[in-house]
């Protein structure tokens, strides 16, 4: 059974820096393309970032320099670093994977999701 399982969200000043983690188990890891989206208050939910099973990043317009996501693949376990957070950064943030590569903008290329962690950017 895979399990994603998001961690790190909190309440952090406007300008600070969150690290969000996301634990996987049950796959194989190192062969699964990660994703984080999220999703503020009354909108849909949007693309954050990728990082493939080779390690290819790619990142929405609106974190790009901001935010940085990497991954360990000895601990199963995908990052997302945030800085300079602002208020539009609140949102619930969601892991997300798929074996292989594939369109990472597109919500349903990703098989399994995890729960979800609240970041709130106070001003």
């Known amino acids: 059974q895979v399990q994603l399982v998001e961690s790190g969200g909190g309440l952090v000043q406007a300008g600070g820096s969150l690290r969000l983690s996301c634990a996987a188990s049950g796959l194989t890891f190192s062969s699964y393309s990660m994703g984080w989206f999220r999703q503020a208050p009354g909108k849909e939910r949007k693309f954050v970032a990728y990082?493939?099973?080779?390690?290819?990043?790619y990142y929405a317009d609106s974190v790009k320099g901001r935010f940085t996501i990497s991954r360990d693949n000895a601990k199963n376990t995908v990052y997302l670093q945030m800085n300079s957070l602002n208020s539009e950064d609140t949102a619930v943030y969601y892991c997300?994977?798929?074996?292989?590569?594939?369109?990472?903008?597109?919500?349903?290329?990703?098989?399994?999701w995890g729960q979800g962690t609240q970041v709130t950017v106070s001003s």
């Open positions: 990082i493939s099973w080779s390690g290819s990043t």
């Open positions: 997300a994977s798929s074996p292989g590569s594939f369109d990472y903008r597109l919500e349903y290329k990703y098989r399994y």
